[in-house]
C-alpha cells in the first residue's frame, strides 16, 4: 500500500474481484510469481528479497548468482508497475516507504484459479461422479439382496460409503493443497524447483 493510500482500517471491506480483474492480475508471470512467493512465506516480506527470487526463476538462476542487472531489472518492474497493481486490487497491500508486500483479503480471490490440474489427472468432479455411481450399485445390490451385501447390516452399508466418500475427499483436500499455487509445488509455468 502506498503512502498516498489509505491505511488497511481506513479501506473498506473489499468486494470480490471481478474475473476481469482476476484474470488480468493472473495474467502476467511476474505477478504470479509475487503470489507464489507470498504464499511460501506468509507475513510481510520485503521487495529486495521478493525481486531477488522472481530474477532467481526467471533466469533459473540462485540468488547469489544474480548480477545486477537482473535484480535490477525486476525491482524496478515490481516497484513501478506490478504491485502498484495489485496493490490497487487490494490483492496485497504494498508499502512503498518501507518497501514492504503483505497478502491483503482479495488474494483469497484468485485461490480457485491458481490451483494446478495434472495433464492426467482425472478431474474431481469425474471422479465423485463415479465414486457416486459405485456407492449406488452397492445400494441397489443390498435392496435386491445379492450375496455379500445381505449380511451385512444396512448402518454397516452406510457408514462404509460415508467412510469411502470422507476418506477420498481427504485425500482431495492434501492434494488440492498441494497443487496450489503457493502450496508444495513451483509457480504456474516457473522454474521446477527453488535453488
Not at 463415479?130 to 452406510?158: E, N, Q
Amino acid at each position: 500500500m502506498s503512502s498516498q493510500q489509505a491505511s488497511p482500517r481506513d479501506r473498506p471491506s473489499p468486494e470480490r474481484l471481478s474475473k476481469d480483474t482476476i484474470f488480468s492480475m493472473l495474467s502476467n508471470q511476474r505477478r504470479r510469481y509475487v503470489l507464489y512467493y507470498l504464499n511460501q512465506y506468509p507475513g510481510t516480506v520485503s521487495l529486495r528479497d521478493l525481486a531477488e527470487r522472481i530474477a532467481a526463476w526467471e533466469n533459473d538462476v540462485a540468488v547469489a548468482d544474480l548480477d545486477y542487472k537482473q535484480r535490477k531489472r525486476v525491482y524496478t518492474s515490481l516497484h513501478q508497475t506490478h504491485l502498484p497493481k495489485l496493490d490497487e486490487a487490494e490483492i496485497v497491500e504494498y508499502d512503498r516507504d518501507d518497501g514492504t508486500i503483505t497478502l491483503a483479503d482479495g488474494a483469497a480471490d484468485l485461490d480457485v484459479y491458481l490451483e494446478l490440474v495434472g495433464e492426467h489427472d482425472v478431474p474431481w468432479s469425474d471422479f465423485y461422479l463415479g465414486l457416486s455411481a459405485v456407492a449406488s450399485l452397492v445400494v441397489l445390490a443390498a435392496w435386491l439382496d445379492v450375496y455379500p451385501f445381505t449380511v451385512l447390516p444396512g448402518l454397516a452399508l452406510a457408514a462404509g460409503v460415508v467412510v469411502l466418500f470422507a476418506v477420498f475427499a481427504g485425500v482431495h483436500a492434501h492434494l488440492a493443497r498441494r497443487n496450489h499455487v503457493g502450496g508444495g509445488d513451483a509457480p504456474v509455468q516457473g522454474p521446477e524447483g527453488e535453488r
